[in-house]
């Protein structure tokens, strides 16, 4: 199972040519976690709550910089989001959303999102995902690191 520890450590592995934000200055505590599931009516599973009180939220795209010299240059499938809540304000895109009395969706790329219950399972729209939520952050990572190494031999003036 995947944990905040190597989430972080993956992150941390992206080379340059991506750029990363996260609202860990921000980040929620138990408190704003509280006034969430309150307004929402639902409980944040375990590893949820630990993600937004210690990254908040967290977006990671192929840096402008390189995206603009790119041919295939869809920038909805160049980025991750994975929403949270932080302590004062939160960008309405990027809070935790669609939320119901069984999931939230954290995650989204492009036209796919990704859910999770109180219990940490994760469902996406292809079903039921084979790990947590920490599994699949770092795999959507690992996809988007994939696309960009295919792209660059296509666009050998980078």
């Known amino acids: 199972m995947g944990s905040l520890k190597n989430l972080k450590s993956r ?5 340059d040519e991506f750029s990363y934000v996260d609202a860990a200055e921000n980040a929620a505590d138990l408190m704003s976690v ?18 937004v009180c210690a990254l908040g939220m967290i977006a990671i795209k192929i840096s402008p910089e390189i995206l603009s010299n ?14 949270g809540i932080s302590k004062g304000k939160t960008p309405e895109w990027m809070k935790l959303k669609d939320f119901n009395a069984e999931s939230v969706c954290f995650f989204e790329q492009g036209e796919s999102k990704a859910y999770v219950d109180i219990d940490g399972v994760v469902f996406t729209d292809e ?14 990572i690992d996809e988007l ?3 960009y190494s295919r792209l660059i031999p296509q666009n050998t003036q980078i």
């Open 11 to 15: 992150i941390l592995e992206l080379g």
């Open 70 to 83: 790119l041919k295939e240059n869809d920038s909805q499938i160049n980025e991750i989001y994975v929403y």
């Open 145 to 147: 690191e994939e696309k």
């Open 34 to 51: 509280n006034d969430f599931e309150q307004h929402c009516g639902f409980r944040l599973c375990d590893d949820l709550v630990e993600f």
């Open 127 to 140: 079903g039921k995902f084979d790990g947590d939520m920490y599994d699949f952050i770092i795999s959507k």
